[in-house]
């Protein structure tokens, strides 16, 4: 009965079969049949139109937050404010966003990713419709943490529909896709904010970011259907199970070896955006007219990455190692800036240090996108069932420690490159050590971890019978549709149970591949 069982060429297709033998020693009831590889209604790849707006959902949070930017003296001129209250309209609303992911994460998990979309984006397009009204900026600061409710389920929910969707490979040509959309709309939203201060007035970049917001709800109820098919869905939510879900995922590697490292990775990132200004314009007297065109190269690296990301798979390497790569770019650039950080070149502005420093933001901003599309790819793909609690707590995770690495770079700041090189290094390459300690331990050609003694615990026994009763039920479906073909009675079907845990057949990936 055993050769009757499908078997699965997938890397990850033994985390898959663990998370139910998890869900088993948990004392979780599995109630039924769940279809890993996607919904049988499910495309192999999403329409023009779908991909669309899911790009368009994908840049609405750096929208949202670099619109503004240029009006923010306005602002504070306008609403008789301080400086201070002002920067805080930024900060509440990155704290929101960071939290409200770990959040809204686990209520789609459970409620089913299209109406918690739709009601958070009513959420923005209302909030960004009152924040152009906004008569004081106490009721401004307000406004942007409700926005923050709809940039927040706009990031998760468009990286938790491609893991509903689509397989694997067409998972990393999309997200390189919607990588090139995120590292663009950065680079847009100051030069758009820009021309709307300019013509009229700060208020009107909320407007934009409301028809933006409405155009996005508009595309999400048309063309987005429910990607969470019943049997992915978890049982309920509460605090408790909130808790539960993004403990299970701290506590488990496949996740870890992909999401903290690219937290790390991006707080480096982070270490020259928020130090790029002084660095140029203090340090090196670079004009304020051309600092945004230089200020572009990081950019331009950002998109340089995403659009290789897919077409790395002609090397034929596993996604892994596409992953190691990136990381490993990430160090020897962090390597760089720590021997350019010693030396005198970061104390005495020149043409040539300038043009160093600019050349290892480019290939860093590169090796961060390679990884970030794979990573992201990676870390989700053993979490079927827990797919936007997962992208919830990395994009949380993400957002903690570029807020943290902004911090830091603000207090050691002095006015040289050396603070800024010093922190990259540290991030980039704690970015590689990170993956290198906790990923997964290898697995044997079979594709099966073997880190596991030879007896099981009680829960992994009850697991094997479930399997063993899989092949067995996919034996007698055989038979009994010869027998009915022949006009044969059929014998009854076999069914599984316990005392304590009732087990039905979730997969077809063999049971020897299920334990680690």
């Given at each position: 009965m055993a050769n009757d069982v499908e078997t699965s060429e997938s890397p990850v297709a033994s985390e898959r079969a663990l998370s139910d033998g998890d869900a088993v020693a948990q004392g979780e009831t599995i109630q039924k049949p769940v279809n890993l590889q996607g919904a049988p209604?499910?495309?192999?790849?999403?329409?023009?139109?779908?991909?669309a707006v899911v790009a368009l959902l994908g840049g609405l949070p750096p929208f949202t937050m670099e619109i503004y930017i240029p009006s923010l003296p306005s602002l504070q001129t306008q609403l008789h404010t301080t400086p201070r209250l002002v920067m805080l309209t930024l900060s509440v609303y990155q704290a929101c966003f960071s939290g409200l992911q770990v959040i809204l994460g686990p209520i789609s998990d459970v409620y089913g990713r299209r109406p918690v979309l739709l009601g958070a984006l009513t959420f923005y397009v209302g909030a960004s419709g009152a924040a152009m009204f906004a008569p004081t900026i106490e009721i401004l600061i307000v406004l942007r943490s409700l926005q923050a409710v709809g940039s927040a389920s706009a990031a998760i929910l468009s990286i938790a529909t491609l893991r509903?969707?689509?397989d694997m490979k067409e998972r990393q040509r999309v997200t390189s896709k919607l990588a090139m959309v995120r590292s663009t709309a950065p680079l847009l939203a100051p030069v758009v904010g820009s021309l709307l201060e300019v013509s009229l007035g700060w208020r009107s970049s909320f407007g934009a970011l409301g028809l933006l917001g409405l155009l996005g709800l508009y595309g999400a109820f048309s063309s987005l259907p429910e990607s969470l098919t019943p049997e992915r869905q978890q049982p309920s939510?509460?605090?408790a199970s909130v808790l539960h879900g993004n403990l299970y995922l701290v506590h488990r590697r496949e996740f870890l070896a992909f999401s903290v490292p690219e937290a790390v990775g991006f707080g480096?990132?982070?270490c020259w955006i928020s130090s790029s200004s002084f660095v140029l314009q203090d340090f090196y007297q670079v004009p304020v007219v051309l600092f945004g065109l230089i200020y572009c190269v990081t950019f331009v690296g950002s998109l340089t990455g995403a659009y290789i990301a897919p077409r790395m798979r002609l090397l034929g390497l596993p996604p892994h190692q596409h992953y190691v790569t990136a990381c490993t770019l990430n160090a020897v650039i962090a390597a760089l800036l720590a021997a350019f950080a010693s030396s005198g070149l970061s104390l005495r502005p020149s043409m040539a240090s300038q043009l160093f420093l600019q050349a290892c933001m480019f290939l860093y901003a590169l090796g961060t996108a390679v990884s970030m599309v794979h990573g992201q790819v990676l870390?989700?793909?053993?979490?079927?069932?827990?797919?936007?609690?997962?992208a919830g707590l990395m994009g949380a995770m993400r957002t903690a420690i570029s807020c943290a690495a902004t911090l830091i770079m603000g207090a050691v700041h002095d006015n040289t490159p050396r603070p800024m090189c010093?922190?990259?290094?540290?991030?980039?390459v704690s970015k590689l050590l990170l993956h290198l300690l906790l990923r997964p331990p290898p697995r044997t050609p079979g594709g099966c971890a073997t880190d596991l003694g030879g007896s099981l615990p009680p829960a992994m026994e009850e697991l094997k019978r479930a399997h063993e009763a899989a092949a067995e039920?996919?034996?007698?479906?055989k038979h009994n549709a010869a027998a009915a073909s022949l006009s044969v009675p059929a014998a009854s079907p076999v069914r599984v149970a316990t005392s304590a845990t009732r087990c039905e057949p979730r997969t077809t990936i063999p049971f020897s591949c299920a334990i680690r």
């Amino acid at each position: 009965m055993a050769n009757d069982v499908e078997t699965s060429e997938s890397p990850v297709a033994s985390e898959r079969a663990l998370s139910d033998g998890d869900a088993v020693a948990q004392g979780e009831t599995i109630q039924k049949p769940v279809n890993l590889q996607g919904a049988p209604h499910n495309r192999a790849t999403l329409s023009g139109l779908e991909l669309a707006v899911v790009a368009l959902l994908g840049g609405l949070p750096p929208f949202t937050m670099e619109i503004y930017i240029p009006s923010l003296p306005s602002l504070q001129t306008q609403l008789h404010t301080t400086p201070r209250l002002v920067m805080l309209t930024l900060s509440v609303y990155q704290a929101c966003f960071s939290g409200l992911q770990v959040i809204l994460g686990p209520i789609s998990d459970v409620y089913g990713r299209r109406p918690v979309l739709l009601g958070a984006l009513t959420f923005y397009v209302g909030a960004s419709g009152a924040a152009m009204f906004a008569p004081t900026i106490e009721i401004l600061i307000v406004l942007r943490s409700l926005q923050a409710v709809g940039s927040a389920s706009a990031a998760i929910l468009s990286i938790a529909t491609l893991r509903d969707r689509l397989d694997m490979k067409e998972r990393q040509r999309v997200t390189s896709k919607l990588a090139m959309v995120r590292s663009t709309a950065p680079l847009l939203a100051p030069v758009v904010g820009s021309l709307l201060e300019v013509s009229l007035g700060w208020r009107s970049s909320f407007g934009a970011l409301g028809l933006l917001g409405l155009l996005g709800l508009y595309g999400a109820f048309s063309s987005l259907p429910e990607s969470l098919t019943p049997e992915r869905q978890q049982p309920s939510f509460n605090c408790a199970s909130v808790l539960h879900g993004n403990l299970y995922l701290v506590h488990r590697r496949e996740f870890l070896a992909f999401s903290v490292p690219e937290a790390v990775g991006f707080g480096g990132l982070f270490c020259w955006i928020s130090s790029s200004s002084f660095v140029l314009q203090d340090f090196y007297q670079v004009p304020v007219v051309l600092f945004g065109l230089i200020y572009c190269v990081t950019f331009v690296g950002s998109l340089t990455g995403a659009y290789i990301a897919p077409r790395m798979r002609l090397l034929g390497l596993p996604p892994h190692q596409h992953y190691v790569t990136a990381c490993t770019l990430n160090a020897v650039i962090a390597a760089l800036l720590a021997a350019f950080a010693s030396s005198g070149l970061s104390l005495r502005p020149s043409m040539a240090s300038q043009l160093f420093l600019q050349a290892c933001m480019f290939l860093y901003a590169l090796g961060t996108a390679v990884s970030m599309v794979h990573g992201q790819v990676l870390a989700l793909e053993p979490f079927p069932t827990r797919a936007a609690t997962a992208a919830g707590l990395m994009g949380a995770m993400r957002t903690a420690i570029s807020c943290a690495a902004t911090l830091i770079m603000g207090a050691v700041h002095d006015n040289t490159p050396r603070p800024m090189c010093i922190g990259m290094a540290i991030f980039g390459v704690s970015k590689l050590l990170l993956h290198l300690l906790l990923r997964p331990p290898p697995r044997t050609p079979g594709g099966c971890a073997t880190d596991l003694g030879g007896s099981l615990p009680p829960a992994m026994e009850e697991l094997k019978r479930a399997h063993e009763a899989a092949a067995e039920d996919t034996a007698r479906e055989k038979h009994n549709a010869a027998a009915a073909s022949l006009s044969v009675p059929a014998a009854s079907p076999v069914r599984v149970a316990t005392s304590a845990t009732r087990c039905e057949p979730r997969t077809t990936i063999p049971f020897s591949c299920a334990i680690r």
